[in-house]
Every structure is written in structure tokens, then in C-alpha cells.
């Protein structure tokens, strides 16, 4: 029997402690709803099957909490609630917040009145307890039910998915096939989640070759389930040839294999696969948020515009769909359609402002990403974890050390952190980049469970105040607490070198990439060496990694050579590398300046005229260099040349007593 051990004295204090509740509290009429009926005329003459009709009525119309005061005028008439009436309260308050309290009492007065063996009640109990959080209850009620149907299995084979515990969600699945249960598609459907969870594509096709021996092959839910598992782990050949075994495919069916391929991204197959549902049937809003998260990946601009046709000819939009739209021009570069669309939306949403706000940063335009995080302030809109992330981003990138302090006091205040790795390390990182690393690594040692994100931004900050020594330290740390570095924690570890001149541990640490962890290296890591050897004088052994290289050397690679070679006046190499980069690159005005600083720097004139007469012949403009400075009345941003700040007569009034003041000072 299920929990023998609470006694009725238990009962009654957890009844008197609930004494006030909607479910003890005297009778409260329910609102008439279109699909719901009256409470009866006469409470005391209704029938349990009258209170149960109503009862379903309000819980299938998700007047949940109407659905408890219904109850507790039902105890309060006097009516006895049978085997359907707790089951339907148990319902109720499955599908609301913090009413546990009305679960436990409902669970005590299920065993008062007897039904402690119906498979009914206790099925609705463990959904329950698990929906609560509550797993080792729900378990403890499996444990002792007299006979388990296989709602009660599938119940409780959810319940460890949703806390992760694959391996006892599996057990139990044989466990009940053992008890001679057989599985529903429910069932296989949650057993096929947990393979997803643990990414195992064994278990799945195990899985997949039960379903067709029990039949199940066919039914949809099933065939989506295996399809999800096989594009999630990446199998997406064999993910394909199952999906075209399908007979009837649904939109869900087309919307999986079309994520599938735009996670890769493979964008000719998600645009084929595309082009191939619309002869079947229309696509969803998911599909077409679907195309687009892959064209935005892949800055297929051309394609994306043609889907927006689409979007507009259909005549409505959904917030995603907007917010994928903005993404995608914002991201290809055409941030003025992005601002436009985000204008002409009349529905405009916390979601649509921050991904607005992202294009903003992405394009270098913070100010307008400051703007628009106030103007959602303003307008009454409650900050995310997101786009709090978006302006501490931005004030990283303006170096606004201030009111990136500030607003890091909002976050610890409204307990943002705690839910967010991602802004976590954000913080971090705008203490890194801001000067203030001793800051930066107190974020970092605070944060209570640090992933290979957070590892590789702290070395990466060591790396950028040329904290060589502790960089490494942090790395060599990273690895006996057991987090194994990725090729981002090798950039920054090879960045520490480069920066702090640690040419020998650069080596090592090239070589253990690829020996012990079997890192390939990519253009960025060999850019690193190049920098670090170059630096240190090894310009003929940096030339040799890139000749070497089986990957195509792109501009930075040979501007690092380039920038090694003015330091230590070696023409050779630097004519060599300047020619390589303006095959490359012929309209980057820095490389002709590099070069022309190192001919001049060897008395080579006549090379140094003829490069800057061709930078005047080609009308080369370098974009200017631009500032911020942090003032009392917010920040204000300087850009070389510019004379239209509103105090700008102010402001050369001043430099031009600074500069007289420095010349007297020479002059004493």
C-alpha cells in the first residue's frame, strides 16, 4: 500500500496547516467559460458525476485554478469525490506553480479514502511529484503500487529524463519489459530522449529495431523521435535514408531533417529539402525560421531576401520568424534593412529589441545598441540575461570600464548570473579587456561551476595584459581539474606565449595540441606561432611554418611576418611577405604603410615614393581611429578629424592649453 508510514495524525496537520487554501476555503462560483458549465443550483443534491463533469470541463480549458476552488466547494457540499475526481485535481495542479502543498493533501486524502490501489489515482500522483521536482517520492509510490500499468512505467521512466538520469531511465525501460509491460510509442518516444541526452547512437538504432519489431515503425511519433536522435548526433546520411522510407512525412518530419542540415549548416541541402517539402505540403513558420538560421549561418544574403518575399507574400509573421529576419540582415552586413524591417514591425517584443540590439553590435554601431537597450527600459520592458550580454559586450568593445561596473551591480542585484554562464563569462571578459585584471579573476574564481568558456577567457585575458607566466599557469590548472582544452584554449594559450615572448612553451605547447589532445591546427593557430617566432627574431623558421602549412595562408598570417619583419629590419623576407599580402589583399591601405615604414627605415627612399605614389593614385583613405572617454553625462565617442561634437570649440580651447603648457615645460 502506498505510504503506510503517514499517519492520520500527519494527515490532519498538514489538513489544518492548508486550512485557507483554495482547496479547504469555503465555495467560490467559478467565471462561466464558453467550455465549462455552472456550478449545480443545488450543491448539496448534485451528484459526484455532475461535480466531475464540471470539474474536467474547467481542467480541460486550463482554468486550473478554478478547477481547485471547484474542488473545494465540492468538499464543502458534502459530495464524495471517487476514483475520477482526485485524478483531475492531481491534473490541475500538475499544470500550475507552487502548489505542491495541494498535491500532498490531495495524495493524504487519496489514501483516507481508499484509493491507494487505484492505478489511476496513483499514475496522476507520480506525474505529479515528477512535474514537482520530486523524483525519490514519485519512485517511493512506483515502488509500492500493487499493479503498474504502462502509463505508471512511462511516467516514471519521464521523470529520470527530466532530471538527466538517463542510465536508471534505461534500467527501468528493461525492467519493464521484463515485468511484461510492453512499451508504448510514448514510451519509445522518452527511452529515444534519453539516447539524445547521452548522445547515444547505439541505443537509438537498438531502439530503432525494437520499434519495428513491435510495430511502432509507422507510428509518427516514434519515426520522429528516431529522426530527431539521428540528426542530433550527426548521422545525418542515415538520418536521410530513414526519412525517405517515411510513407506519410509529416511537417514535423521535413522541419527535423531541415534543422538537421542547417545545425551542419549544409545550405544546398536545407534549400533541396526545402524546395522538395513545398511539392508535398505548405511549410510551418518553424520551417521557414528553420531555412533562414541556416542562410544567416552561411551570409547567403541573396537567398535569404527571397525567402523574405515568401514571408511577405504569406501576408503574417510571427515574432521568431521577425527576429530571424533581423538576424539575417544584420549579420550579412545590411544593417540599415535590418532597422527598417524592425521599424515597419508593429509588434515589437523583448525578443525582436535584443536580437535588433545584437545587430547593432555585430556592426560596430554600440552607441545605437546603447540607445535601444534604454528605450526597452523605458518603454517597460524587463531586461534579459540576454541583453544585459549585449551591453556588457558593448561596453567591452568602448572599454567603458565605469559603466560596465555599474552595470554589473544590476546583474548581482537581480541575480541575473546565476542563471547564465554565458553572461558570467561576458562580465569577465569586459574586466579583462578593460584593464582591470585582478577584477577579471575574481569573477572568475567566484563562479561556481566553470566550463572550457570560462577557462579559456581567463587565459585569454592573462594573454592580453601579457601575463604569460600565469596564463599558462591557469592552462596547466585547467587540465588537473579535469576540463580538456579545446583549439580556443590553444589560441589563447599560444596568444599568452606571443604576447609575454615564450617561444619555447609555444613549441611545447604546438606540439601537444596536435601529439596528445590530436587538435588539428587551424590558419589561426599557425598565425599565433608565426607571431611568436617573428617577435622573437626566428623570421626564416616562421617563413618555413607557412610554407609548410596545409592550409591556404591568408593576409593576417603574412601581416604578422610582415609586422616581425619591420621590427627587426629584415627586407628580405618583408618584400617577400609584402608581395604575398598584395596579391591578397591589393586594397589594404595598412600593408603599403607597413612596407613603406620599412624601406624607410632602410634608407630605402625611392621604394618608400614610389608606395606612397601609388597609394595617392589609387585615392587609398585609412579609416580613421576613434575614441571613448566616460564622462558624468554618459559617454562620448571621438573619432580623428572630426569636428562635429556639440563642445568641439571647448575642446580645442583646452588641447590647445595643454599644448602650450607642454612646450613651456620644455622650454624650463
Known amino acids: ?218 507510428h509518427e511519433l516514434v519515426e520522429n523521435s528516431i529522426l530527431t536522435l539521428l540528426t542530433k548526433v550527426g548521422i545525418l546520411q542515415e538520418a536521410m535514408e530513414f526519412f525517405s522510407r517515411i510513407q506519410k512525412r509529416s511537417v514535423v518530419s521535413w522541419n527535423i531533417m531541415i534543422s538537421g542540415y542547417s545545425s551542419v549548416p549544409d545550405i544546398s541541402k536545407v534549400i533541396d529539402l526545402y524546395e522538395k517539402m513545398k511539392v508535398e505540403m505548405n511549410p510551418s513558420f518553424e520551417t521557414l525560421t528553420s531555412v533562414l538560421s541556416a542562410l544567416t549561418k552561411c551570409r547567403h544574403l541573396r537567398q535569404g531576401k527571397k525567402l523574405h518575399c515568401v514571408v511577405v507574400k504569406i501576408g503574417f509573421m510571427d515574432v521568431i520568424l521577425h527576429a530571424s529576419l533581423l538576424d539575417l540582415y544584420a549579420k550579412c552586413g545590411e544593417l540599415a534593412s535590418s532597422v527598417r524591417l524592425f521599424e515597419e514591425f508593429n509588434t515589437k517584443c523583448s525578443t525582436t529589441r535584443t536580437v535588433m540590439m545584437w545587430g547593432f553590435i555585430q556592426n560596430g554601431q554600440f552607441r545605437e545598441a546603447i540607445d535601444l537597450f534604454w528605450r526597452m527600459q523605458n518603454e517597460g520592458f524587463e531586461p534579459t540575461a540576454h541583453s544585459l550580454q549585449g551591453l556588457v559586450v558593448t561596453y567591452t568593445h568602448l572599454g567603458a570600464l565605469q559603466f560596465g561596473k555599474g552595470i554589473h551591480g544590476y546583474i548581482i542585484r537581480s541575480n541575473f548570473v546565476a542563471d547564465s554562464k554565458s553572461l558570467e563569462t561576458s562580465i569577465l571578459n569586459m574586466y579583462a579587456n578593460c584593464g582591470s585584471i585582478d577584477l577579471a579573476r575574481r569573477c572568475f574564481d567566484r563562479m561556481a561551476d566553470k566550463d572550457i568558456i570560462a577557462w579559456s577567457s581567463m587565459i585569454d585575458g592573462y594573454a592580453i595584459h601579457g601575463y604569460g607566466i600565469d596564463a599558462l599557469a591557469l592552462f596547466h590548472q585547467m587540465q588537473e581539474e579535469g576540463i580538456k582544452p579545446n583549439s580556443v584554449t590553444f589560441l589563447n594559450a599560444l596568444s599568452a606565449c606571443s604576447h609575454s615572448g615564450l617561444v619555447n612553451e609555444a613549441r611545447k605547447l604546438f606540439g601537444c595540441m596536435i601529439e596528445k589532445f590530436g587538435i588539428i591546427p587551424e590558419l589561426t593557430h599557425y598565425t599565433c606561432m608565426v607571431d611568436v617566432l617573428g617577435r622573437s627574431g626566428n623570421l626564416d623558421e616562421a617563413l618555413g611554418i607557412i610554407n609548410s602549412m596545409n592550409i591556404q595562408p591568408d593576409g593576417r598570417i603574412w601581416g604578422a611576418l610582415l609586422a616581425s619583419c619591420r621590427i627587426h629590419s629584415d627586407v628580405r623576407i618583408a618584400i617577400y611577405a609584402a608581395q604575398k599580402l598584395l596579391d591578397l589583399e591589393p586594397n589594404n591601405i595598412g600593408y603599403h604603410v607597413v612596407l613603406s615604414n620599412i624601406q624607410a627605415s632602410n634608407d630605402k627612399w625611392n621604394q618608400v615614393e614610389n608606395i606612397r605614389k601609388f597609394m595617392r593614385e589609387k585615392e587609398f583613405r585609412k579609416k580613421p581611429a576613434w575614441s571613448c572617454i566616460e564622462g558624468k553625462q554618459g559617454l562620448d565617442l571621438f573619432v580623428a578629424g572630426d569636428r562635429s561634437h556639440p563642445l568641439v570649440g571647448e575642446i580645442y580651447e583646452v588641447l590647445g592649453c595643454l599644448a602650450k603648457q607642454i612646450e613651456e615645460n620644455r622650454a624650463m
Open 1 to 218: 500500500m502506498l505510504h503506510r508510514s503517514k499517519s492520520h495524525t500527519t494527515f490532519v496537520k498538514l489538513e489544518a496547516f492548508l486550512i485557507g487554501t483554495r482547496l479547504f476555503s469555503p465555495p467560490v462560483t467559478p467565471k462561466p467559460t464558453p467550455s465549462s458549465s455552472h456550478l449545480p443550483c443545488n450543491l448539496n443534491k448534485a451528484s459526484i458525476h455532475q461535480w466531475n463533469s464540471i470539474l474536467k470541463d474547467h481542467v480541460d480549458s486550463g482554468l486550473f485554478d478554478e478547477a481547485l476552488s471547484i474542488f473545494s466547494s465540492l468538499r464543502s457540499s458534502g459530495a464524495r469525490p471517487d476514483h475520477l475526481t482526485l485524478p483531475l485535481v492531481n491534473r490541475a495542479v500538475s499544470s500550475l506553480t507552487r502548489r505542491f502543498d495541494v498535491g500532498e493533501a490531495v495524495h493524504c486524502l487519496g489514501i483516507r479514502m481508499g484509493f491507494c490501489n487505484d492505478a489511476y489515482f496513483c499514475n496522476t500522483m507520480i506525474e505529479l511529484h515528477v512535474r514537482y521536482g520530486s523524483i525519490c517520492s514519485a519512485r517511493q509510490m512506483f515502488d509500492e503500487m500493487c499493479v503498474r500499468d504502462v502509463v505508471s512505467w512511462t511516467s516514471m521512466i519521464s521523470g529520470y529524463v527530466q532530471i538527466g538520469d538517463c542510465r536508471e531511465a534505461s534500467w527501468l525501460f528493461h525492467e519493464m519489459r521484463m515485468d511484461g509491460c510492453g512499451p508504448s510509442p510514448v514510451t519509445l518516444a522518452i527511452v529515444l530522449r534519453a539516447c539524445l541526452i547521452k548522445k547515444d547512437s547505439v541505443g537509438g538504432r537498438q531502439l530503432h529495431g525494437f520499434a519495428v519489431k513491435s510495430g511502432f515503425e509507422g
